[in-house]
């Protein structure tokens, strides 16, 4: 069975920088696309960045491209979003979301999920 748990949100003021980390288990990263998604309130979710180990390039959105980074350790079974330059707008529950693949960097292309964790950006 596929988990996620995420982990690393909270509070930070515009121009700081926090590290997300989504712990995965029944699963090979070998095989599997790995996202970062997020959703603010009254907003459609929005794939920030998604990556698959080995195959290319990570997706990046245009409004975190420069600022974010996605990484993994696949002897922790763990990637991170490491997020710079942080804005207020970066304000959102993040959800961490894994699909056999290489699936878009879309919500509805994701089939596994982790509860998400809260990131709030003050002005």
């Known amino acids: 069975e596929v988990q996620l748990v995420e982990s690393g949100g909270g509070l930070v003021q515009a121009g700081g920088s926090l590290r997300l980390s989504c712990k995965a288990s029944?699963?090979?990263?070998?095989?599997?696309?790995i996202g970062w998604f997020r959703q603010a309130p009254g907003k459609d979710p929005e794939g920030v960045s998604c990556?698959?180990?080995?195959?290319?390039?990570?997706y990046y959105a245009d409004s975190v491209r420069g600022r974010f980074t996605i990484s993994s350790d696949s002897a922790k079974n763990t990637v991170y979003l490491q997020m710079n330059s942080l804005k207020p707008d970066d304000t959102a529950v993040y959800f961490c979301?894994?699909?056999?693949?290489?699936?878009?960097?879309?919500?509805?292309?994701?089939?596994?999920w982790g509860k998400g964790t809260q990131v709030t950006v003050s002005s």
């Open positions: 990556t698959r180990t080995s195959f290319g390039d990570p």
């Open positions: 029944g699963f090979s990263f070998d095989d599997y696309a």
């Open positions: 979301a894994a699909e056999k693949g290489n699936p878009s960097c879309r919500r509805g292309r994701f089939n596994s």
